[in-house]
């Protein structure tokens, strides 16, 4: 009977536990898809916004659906302002970002080579000065920099947004760096023993093991130029040459009646390519973070 007794006092208290783990799963993901739904709210009621006209936008802004879907807005906004179709700021934002981003990243992922694999004088003075760069906040140097390409003519001209961007990036030359010094420097030795340089050892070696992290780089720097309103404000003039996020801001003219439903429809689908991106690299994004975390 003692035994029966602690059997079933045993298998209570196993049930309870269970019972336990299980509400507290439930509870917590109760939590997080209600989390979830906070944070994507305002993404939502934009999507669904640009499916209604103006008057409903304005005057029952907190009602998510309408009536009629007004699928006229992505018409409106496709044609442009100013005579300038979308899909013109639409190209200009994917040269500026997608340049942009390859000359980043390749920079930055051979700056952080030579910091993590190569000795030369002033190594540590160089990379405190590097790292110094990243606790400017760009207002500080955005005066200078403006002068400087305005004396290059570049001004009105996408080149300020794109030259310096081959200059690398501060925040992804460390995150590569981070990722590099956890590669073994026996593979260095080994590729320099079958004759490779300098270039070889990082195109054949180095390159290949630290995939994920420039598809990290290469995602938050297109994410990042996208995103940028204030560079193309500075040195863009003409309609011609705007980017999407320029665009989006000609909609709400205050001389004019803003049209909020072809903006809304034209702001959904600047997410798009960000969505995109995501979806398709997230698992190097991941990958990238979670390794460059532990190795650092």
């Known amino acids: 009977m003692d035994n029966e007794t602690k059997k079933e006092k045993k298998t209570k208290k196993i049930s309870k536990t269970r019972l336990r783990n299980i509400t ?39 009602r998510l659906f309408s009536d009629h879907l007004y699928f006229i807005n992505y018409a409106n906004g496709w044609r442009g302002v100013g005579n300038v179709s979308f899909g013109v700021f639409f190209k200009n934002s994917f040269i500026i970002s997608g340049i942009g981003t390859i000359g980043t990243v390749i920079s930055s992922a051979l700056v952080a080579y030579g910091f993590s694999r190569i000795k030369f004088p002033l190594k540590r003075f160089w990379f405190t000065c590097m790292l110094l760069t990243m606790m400017l906040p760009y207002q500080i140097i955005m005066v200078p920099q403006f002068v400087i390409f305005d004396k290059l003519n570049w001004t009105n001209s996408p080149l300020p947004l794109i030259v310096p961007a081959f200059g690398g990036g501060a925040f992804f030359i460390f995150l590569i760096m981070q990722f590099i010094s956890g590669i073994p420097g026996e593979l260095d030795q080994a590729a320099k023993i079958d004759g490779c340089g300098r270039y070889g050892i990082f195109f054949r070696v180095i390159l290949p093991l630290i995939k994920p992290a420039v598809f990290t780089a290469a995602i938050f720097s297109f994410y990042w130029k996208w995103d940028d309103f204030l560079g193309p404000l500075l040195y863009l003039n003409s309609p011609q040459q705007y980017t999407v996020s320029l665009a989006l801001k000609m909609f709400s003219d205050p001389d004019s009646i803003p049209d909020w439903g072809a903006m809304f429809a034209m702001s959904t689908l600047s997410l798009l390519p960000i969505f995109i991106i995501f979806l398709t690299c997230q698992r190097y994004l991941v990958e990238g ?6 190795k650092g």
């Open 24 to 62: 507290g799963t439930v509870v917590y993901h109760i939590f997080m898809i209600l989390f979830g739904l906070l944070m994507l709210y305002p993404v939502i009621w934009m999507v669904l916004s640009s499916f209604k006209n103006t008057r409903e936008v304005m005057t029952v802004p907190t």
């Open 289 to 294: 973070i979670s390794t460059t975390g532990l």
